[in-house]
């Protein structure tokens, strides 16, 4: 079972600021196979990233994913108030799919 | 667009079993995998197990034994998610998705309490 690690658990930032977050997995990733969701308190998450840097339709270009092999990150370049939630990371190379512990994004 | 309705929220006695269903329309039901996620309380999400519509297969997450039984029924094109012997930590609010993970369903609150 691949077990990716989110870092960090929660990221304090304000609007406007640039936020990273990290997602580290135990074993190479199968075709850089790699999502990001968000979600908000009492909503099913949001896919927001597929393939590590495909956004998903309808997501803001201020979304950007990256990485391969074991290291991949979520960037949100400018904050805006509705992007703070958690975020998961999701790996479906291989099965079990698996995702990460999750990064609160907070003011 | 594919659009994803569940079942209502369930209270369950310790041992007894629940069976959530999905409803899909908006697309092909039989081109679709759809997968099961649940969430408890205050955590983070967890794969249940899917249908792999390109090979037909069923696979589910070897942490529920004998527990997960996924059945399709495609005169209505809706899958179950069938889970047996509830216990405490099985309360979670349990989602089943498609479309890549793009579509989500509402989400079916299961709550395993004596």
């Known amino acids: 079972e691949i077990v990716l690690t989110q870092s960090p658990g929660t990221l304090s930032l304000s609007p406007g600021e640039r936020a990273t977050l990290s997602c580290r997995a135990s074993q190479s990733i199968t075709s850089s196979s790699l999502a990001w969701y968000q979600q908000k308190p009492g909503q099913a998450p949001r896919l927001l990233m597929y393939d590590a840097s495909s956004r998903a339709t309808g997501i803001a270009d201020r979304f950007s994913g990256s990485g391969s092999g074991t290291d991949f990150t979520l960037t949100i370049r400018r904050l805006e108030p509705e992007d703070f939630a958690v975020y998961y990371c999701q790996q479906y190379g291989s099965f079990p799919l698996t995702f990460g512990g999750g990064t609160k994004v907070e003011i | 667009q594919v659009q994803v309705v569940q079942s209502g929220a369930e209270m369950k006695r310790p041992g007894a079993s629940v069976k959530v269903s999905c409803k899909i329309s908006g697309y092909t039901f039989t081109d679709l995998s759809i997968h099961w996620v649940r969430q408890a309380p205050g955590k983070g999400l967890e794969w249940m197990g899917g249908?792999?519509?390109?090979?037909?297969?069923?696979i589910n997450a070897q942490r529920f034994p004998g527990r997960v039984t996924l059945t399709q029924d495609t005169s209505t094109d809706t899958a179950y998610m069938y889970l047996s012997s509830l216990r405490s930590e099985d309360t979670a609010i349990y989602y089943c998705?498609?479309?890549?993970?793009?579509?989500w369903g509402q989400g079916t609150l299961v709550i395993v309490s004596s």
């Open positions: 998705t498609t479309d890549g993970f793009y579509a």
């Open positions: 249908f792999d519509a390109e090979d037909g297969e069923i």
